[in-house]
């Protein structure tokens, strides 16, 4: 309800979205009283995930809102194209059910979630909006029989109803109270609805849908033609309990079940061709755990000054005892105790660190959270709300916290990186801009941009110049070491790298320490000066990420073992069957009846443009397609497509007799 306006806050050099009040609407108190009831819930509420309002108030008899200008579409926009797939559907999911938990906890019931009501930015961030009937009112169905809207505050009561006609709850059907539990089924409603691009309600009337609200469940979502795990079809169903009692009790609780398939398959594979069962495929942890690498060992090098010794000198302490995925790692500013960030299991970061003399990890309070720096004044940089992306990839808050601190102050949203400069007075970030890798020192100030991505900064002890990677293609780690001044000047040290993760400056400030490999996934740690001589500084018979360097000169690193793997539930069998090839198992694809796996090979014996892999799903010998990144497997089985990256090139394999067939490139950019 309003007219919205994008307008320009002078005061603060921002473009905002200004929300009136309609004129014919001013003088309608019904109307007016809806609107602030608007406002004031949403101004309770500060979250990344809920459409946030600056202020409010009135000029003459005109009614307005200030709110955060979006970009992007509604998800009913979204969802005009049909289902979402299904792993989009459960990062949206997520992000909506941690909104709704935000806005529980402040005791705010939203009563109207619907597509209309979420909406999806270009970076793919989910923001609720509309919270009109947050704070209770009746409702009264309009002359389409199908929206709710609501009638005067303090009118409700028992008897009355309100919502959106195919999304309420039974309770909401009924007009009985509504609590958060309500909220919750008209998400597994919209959930429902993005995973098979059916409305789980819909009828030809409004009465009919709030019959079936009553009475009936939805389509199976198999029938809908929609291939989704179990798991995931049983967290809809939840959520769908027509008994407020028998669904999830808190929107928290949904988003961690679905963050739980994060690095499981969330679409089961096809069905078998006789029936016999369906043909599931999991990644077994291949997108985080390969990725992200399994860390094991934490330790660090003692000597007097780094970059002056031989190996011979080098000695370790382990300071980690538990086999983990530890994400970052940093000391803290007296060169001995160490914050790091790291999951036990998956990839949902919390924040721990180890004391002097003592080898117990202590969590610091902070789950979800993901650390990016510490400052010289022992102040956190933090992501909370973190979400996994890829490797140690994670986005989310910027915030600030001191060490031992529980409450972050949030800073900028949608946020993958940042560092402290050397008097912990200013941060350099990295996060996304209109499609674009954007490197900023300070904040707001745009120092360097690319079309790949950029990862692992570190402001220079000198505060001069920030070092970090540069990676030609979205998640492919492959790249160089670069050097960014203050005036935006670009300066490659070295390069070439098959896989490069985690660096560090020197104390010195004359040289940067790096992890980085030249084939497969076992890192080495390098050290390039300025003019970029690259050394070998530390070989290792597994791989190694750098994370820190102290003051004295000491490295904080991990031991990394890594691997990816698939298993296959196939039609007929019983258990699962190890379907791995090497130790670097990729993007699995299954044919439609199951018989058939499609993958990539990304080990070092795959070499640089990796390798394109078929075998049957009975544990046959693998057959090698040819080089690139597999992308797909056609309906029939027959063609197995790729990308070459050097040049890009898009190329079709057979997976039987045939010659391969190499598309027009056109205007293709890897």
């Not at 999806?120 to 919270?131: C, I, M, P, Q, S």
């Not at 801009?433 to 300070?442: F, G, I, Q, S, V």
């Not at 992890?515 to 076992?522: F, K, N, Q």
């Not at 090139?649 to 067939?661: I, W």
Request: one cysteine or more.
């Amino acid at each position: 309800m309003g007219e919205v306006y994008r307008a320009h806050d002078t005061n603060l050099g921002r473009e905002v979205a200004i929300k009136v009040l309609p004129s014919d609407l001013a003088d309608n108190p019904d109307a007016l009283a809806r609107f602030e009831r608007e406002a004031r819930a949403v101004a309770q509420l500060s979250h990344p995930n809920i459409l946030a309002i600056y202020d409010f108030g009135r000029q003459g008899k005109t009614a307005y809102a200030v709110m955060e200008l979006l970009e992007g579409e509604t998800l009913r926009a979204r969802l005009e194209h049909g289902a979402l797939p299904a792993r989009k559907a459960v990062d949206l999911a997520v992000q909506m059910a941690e909104g709704l938990a935000a806005a529980h906890e402040k005791g705010i019931v939203h009563r109207d979630l619907k597509p209309e009501n979420v909406f999806v930015t270009h970076e793919g961030r989910a923001k609720l909006l509309d919270f009109g009937l947050a704070k209770g009112g009746v409702s009264a169905l309009a002359n389409s029989g199908k929206t709710l809207t609501t009638p005067p505050e303090g009118a409700t009561g028992p008897g009355v109803v309100m919502g959106t006609v195919g999304y309420m709850s039974p309770e909401q059907v009924r007009g009985l109270p509504a609590d958060a539990r309500s909220d919750i089924f008209s998400f597994g409603a919209v959930l429902y609805e993005m995973l098979t691009g059916v409305r789980a309600f819909g009828r030809e009337t409004g009465a009919e849908s709030m019959a079936a609200i009553l009475k009936e469940e939805p389509p199976e979502i198999a029938v809908t033609g929609s291939a989704l795990s179990p798991a995931l079809q049983r967290i809809v169903q939840h959520c769908l309990e027509k008994k407020p009692g028998e669904r999830f009790q808190s929107a928290r609780d949904i988003a961690f079940a679905l963050q739980a398939l994060s690095g499981s398959a969330v679409a089961s594979g096809p069905s078998a061709a006789h029936g016999r069962g369906r043909a599931r495929l999991w990644l077994a942890a291949v997108a985080v755990a390969a990725a992200l690498g399994v860390a094991t060992v934490a330790s660090y090098r003692t000597g007097k000054k780094v970059g002056l010794h031989s190996v011979a000198e080098i000695s370790f302490h382990q300071m980690s005892f538990r086999p983990q995925a530890i994400f970052q790692a940093a000391f803290a500013p007296d060169g001995e105790t160490i914050v790091y960030s790291a999951a036990l299991e998956g990839n949902v970061p919390e924040l721990f660190t180890i004391g002097p003399g003592s080898p117990e990890p202590r969590p610091l309070g902070l789950p979800k959270t993901h650390l990016l720096s510490i400052s010289s004044k022992g102040e956190l940089a933090v992501l909370t709300h973190a979400r996994f992306l890829n490797h140690r990839l994670f986005t989310g808050t910027l915030a600030r916290v001191s060490l031992g601190g529980t409450a972050p102050r949030e800073i900028l949203e949608d946020v993958r990186q940042a560092d402290w400069s050397p008097d912990g007075s200013e941060l350099a970030i990295i996060r996304v801009a209109n499609d674009k890798d954007r490197l900023e020192y300070p904040i707001g100030k745009v120092l360097y941009e690319t079309a790949g991505y950029l990862s692992d900064l570190r402001v220079s002890p000198r505060g001069d110049a920030i070092a970090l990677f540069e990676h030609p293609r979205r998640w492919d780690d492959r790249g160089s070491v670069i050097v960014v001044d203050r005036a935006g000047r670009r300066i490659v040290l070295s390069g070439d790298y098959w896989g490069e993760e985690g660096l560090a400056w020197a104390p010195t400030g004359d040289e940067v320490l790096f992890t980085a490999s030249t084939e497969g996934s076992a890192q080495i740690l390098y050290g390039v000066d300025l003019s970029g001589h690259r050394r070998v500084a530390l070989a290792s018979a597994g791989g190694l990420t750098m994370h820190d360097v102290s003051r004295s000169g000491r490295w904080l690193v991990t031991r990394d073992d890594s691997g990816g793997g698939i298993s296959a539930l196939v039609p007929g069998a019983r258990a699962e069957r190890d379907l791995s090839w090497l130790d670097n198992s990729l993007r699995p694809f299954l044919s439609q009846d199951g018989s058939i796996l499609l993958f990539g090979d990304q080990s070092v014996a795959a070499g640089p443009n990796y390798q394109v892999c078929l075998r049957k799903t009975d544990g046959g010998p693998v057959v090698r397609l040819g080089e690139g990144d597999v992308w797909g497997l056609s309906p029939d089985g027959k063609w197995a497509i790729a990308i070459l990256y050097t040049p890009p090139q898009l190329v079709l394999y057979p997976t039987g007799p045939g010659e391969t067939r190499r598309l027009p490139r056109g205007d293709l950019q890897a």
